[in-house]
């Protein structure tokens, strides 16, 4: 017969519910009782020779029993399709009805398949939760079949007292090699029966096969005054292989003598009454000359001078420096010259060299703006007059007029070679561009001045003339 297909799980039931009835040796049993054995391997109670016609009728029925004590199989093959449970339902003892060759045995029913080849009681055809065999009966004893069930548990349904099965039990559930009811797929310990399967430090290892159940790097066996569930005994926020002291709370880690034990835990520490020598205090900073300056910051080290004046910037004080005195300022000569006239002296004029009396100097740089080239006013217009320099005909000296008298391009305000050639150009120039009396042009608009000015010329020569005649 083919059994590869099942998976086998090769399970050797014996089970032994109270204690009425033991196992005694069996005494003369009739294993060649015609009656009473099993010839076909049909499930059908309408055949004497059937198994459940045996059990039905030839044991189940007290008063008609035709098999006392015994239910046995020819030497065979049996693969029996049950269709229906198998119930051995029989409580009341009949052992000893007269029979002498049973009688005494002490087992109200012995169901042996161990005569033939093999016996399977197949239920794979049950539906799932139905039992193959129930047994209402005490004193009964199965043996030598092959039970196959969907479960372990819907092989053999006991509800009787000292009954003993030696069967072999096949499932086509998944293999639970360790029978606690989890396949060996799921089951965090296979090979270890935990049904709780409890996993305390959740790596996938049940506690009932992981030798760290708290994962905290320490074998369970290890831990003598840990908890080999937590990872923290103590509580104090420290893991256990990493606490000074695992089994004593300090969450500060104190460790005096330095040896990776805590002081809490530690017994090498002096007692209470001879504390730890205390640290040495903090000394004073070095003062040699006393002027409560520190020596690494005096400048004169030997020398007091608590104000630390060093004229000279030499990094010596004055109260230590004889080898470069300062020399002693110039006299004052009072203002000094004043080149360009603007009544500011050379020495404090921000432009000696350029008439500035308002001093303005815009961008501060000790330069002031009428000749300070890197400074505009206004961007474009270094003098500030509202001519950019482009087109300005004096851009260092404000002109917003322009004037330009003599038509050189330089504007009068900047002009120190003004030529003149034509009279119309005298008008509004300023005497001190010529260095004379500048008059209005004679134009023909104005003929009594023509006259005026011969007159005045004549005058003084016929009058000069008259006094020279003889």
């Known amino acids: 017969m083919k059994r590869n297909y099942f998976n086998k799980l090769g399970l050797f039931v014996a089970v032994a519910l109270g204690c009425a009835v033991g196992m005694p040796s069996v005494q003369g049993a009739p294993t060649n009782d015609a009656v009473c054995r099993v010839l076909s391997a049909q499930d059908s109670v309408a055949e004497f020779h059937s198994l459940r016609r045996k059990v039905v009728e030839g044991f189940n029925r007290p008063e008609q ?9 020819g030497e065979a093959d049996y693969h029996i399709k049950i269709k229906s449970p198998l119930v051995i339902d029989n409580f009341k003892d009949l052992d000893c009805s007269g029979q002498s060759s049973v009688c005494g045995d002490g087992w109200g029913l012995i169901l042996d398949g161990s005569p033939a080849k093999s016996v399977w009681l197949d239920g794979s055809d049950l539906a799932a939760g139905q039992c193959v065999l129930k047994v209402r009966a005490h004193g009964v004893w199965v043996k030598g079949l092959v039970i196959r069930a969907h479960r372990i548990e819907d092989a053999i349904c006991d509800e009787g007292e000292g009954n003993v099965f030696d069967v072999e039990i096949e499932t086509d559930a998944p293999p639970d090699t360790d029978n606690d009811e989890h396949p060996d797929a799921m089951d965090n310990c296979p090979d270890t029966p935990n049904p709780d399967q409890k996993d305390t430090d959740g790596d996938s290892r049940g506690d009932a096969c992981d030798d760290d159940d708290d994962n905290d790097g ?63 205090p903090p000394t004073e900073p070095e003062d040699q000359d006393g002027d409560g300056v520190p020596d690494e910051e005096d400048n004169c080290i030997d020398v ?18 004889d080898e470069d005195p300062l020399e002693p300022p110039p006299p004052d000569d009072g203002p000094g010259p004043d080149s360009d006239g603007d009544s500011h002296p050379d020495g404090l004029d921000n432009c000696p060299d350029t008439a500035n009396p308002d001093q303005e100097d815009h961008d501060a740089d000790g330069l002031g703006d009428r000749c300070d080239e890197d400074f505009e006013m ?31 391009g330089i504007g009068d305000a900047c002009d120190t070679d003004i030529s003149l050639t034509e009279p119309d150009r005298w008008q509004g120039l300023p005497q001190e561009a010529t ?36």
């Open 435 to 470: 260095g004379c009396v500048l008059r209005q042009p004679l134009t023909k608009s104005q003929p009594w001045n023509l006259a005026t000015g011969l007159l005045l010329i004549l005058i003084p020569l016929l009058f000069h003339l008259h006094f020279r005649a003889p």
């Open 65 to 73: 029993r035709a098999c006392v004590d015994l239910i046995t199989f």
């Open 378 to 408: 206004i961007p474009g217009d270094m003098d500030g007059d509202g001519t950019g320099n482009e087109v300005d005909n004096c851009d260092n000296i404000a002109n917003a007029a322009q004037e330009d008298a003599d038509g050189d």
């Open 218 to 280: 320490i074998p369970d066996d290890e831990e003598a005054c840990t908890d080999p569930l937590k990872a923290d005994s103590d509580g104090d926020g420290i893991q256990d292989l990493e606490d000074n002291c695992p089994c004593a709370a300090n969450p500060e880690q104190e460790d005096w003598d330095e040896d990776h034990l805590g002081d809490i835990c530690d017994p090498d520490l002096p007692p209470d009454d001879d504390p730890p020598d205390e640290p040495d």
């Open 304 to 321: 007091p001078n608590p104000d630390q004046t060093d004229t000279d910037g030499d990094t010596l004080g004055d109260a230590c420096d």
